[in-house]
């Protein structure tokens, strides 16, 4: 005979599953951090070492954006000016903060939110180490519709990054609502369903009683014919 599994045990079990799905987070988001943090990189060294600051690479592409090299030392519209340093320690705790989050959630996280997430860490790693070894952000993406910040791959990594992950987790919550709307409905057809069969058992103790009086009467009633009889 099969024994009943203990707590223990199925906690046991559970793991393995959780530690898989812990070591797939960290992979695919090791993975994706490097490709984005890389092509920042790349394109950050390509357009530093090959043209001069202020310099306006292309005219604009599609009446959309042009690129144009800028050494930003503070954050988006001049805000923090000369406050690169700070700025690098600022998004080194934040990406310390998206390390320490994701290794504590990864086990409940959809592929959305821990792709937002390596977006995020990758961009603020890259910006953190232009300002710790150049001293500045080095930003060539320029919109031309609009005014608006010269910008890089990596502020789009931590833009991108952050819509995806808000995005992802409102989606994991509806999805969770639902489910919890289904469990509780199934929850509520399992009641009804004992109540119902409770119902019909009383329904029928209660005619068994009419049932055997109408039987004695018709036989009470076959007896006075046989003695008139």
Same mark, same amino acid.
């Given at each position: 005979m099969e024994q009943p599994r203990t707590e223990l045990q199925?906690?046991?079990s559970a793991n393995p599953s959780k530690r898989g799905k812990r070591a797939r987070a960290a992979l695919v988001f090791a993975c994706l951090a490097a490709?984005?943090?890389a092509f920042d990189m790349a394109t950050k060294n390509y357009f530093n070492g090959s043209f001069a600051p202020g310099d306006v690479i292309t005219d604009p592409i599609a009446g959309l954006?042009?690129?144009? +090299? *800028?050494?930003?030392?503070? $954050?988006?519209w001049g805000m923090f000016g000369d406050s690169t340093f700070a700025l690098g320690i600022m998004?080194?705790?934040?990406?310390?903060?998206? +390390? *320490?989050?994701?290794?504590? $959630?990864?086990?409940?996280?959809n592929e959305g939110?821990?792709?937002?997430?390596a977006l995020v860490f990758a961009g603020g790693i890259g910006n953190a180490l232009d300002r710790f070894t150049l001293g500045y952000v080095v930003d060539f993406i320029d919109f031309?519709?609009?005014d608006f910040p010269v910008f890089n791959i990596a502020d789009i990594g931590v833009t991108c990054g952050f819509a995806v992950f808000i995005a992802s987790m409102l989606y994991a919550w509806r999805k969770a609502d639902r489910k919890a709307a289904l469990e509780a409905q199934k929850a509520d057809r399992g009641d009804a369903e004992p109540c119902a069969e409770k119902a019909a058992e009383g329904k029928a103790?209660?005619?068994?009683?009419?049932d055997d009086e109408s039987a004695e009467a018709a036989h009470g009633a076959g007896e006075g014919k046989e003695t008139i009889a």
């Open positions: 199925v906690e046991a490709v984005w943090l954006f042009r690129f144009r +090299l *800028v050494h930003n030392t503070g $954050a988006a998004s080194v705790l934040v990406c310390t903060a998206l +390390l *320490v989050y994701l290794i504590a $959630a990864s086990k409940d996280m939110q821990i792709i937002g997430l031309t519709f609009i103790r209660d005619a068994a009683p009419e």
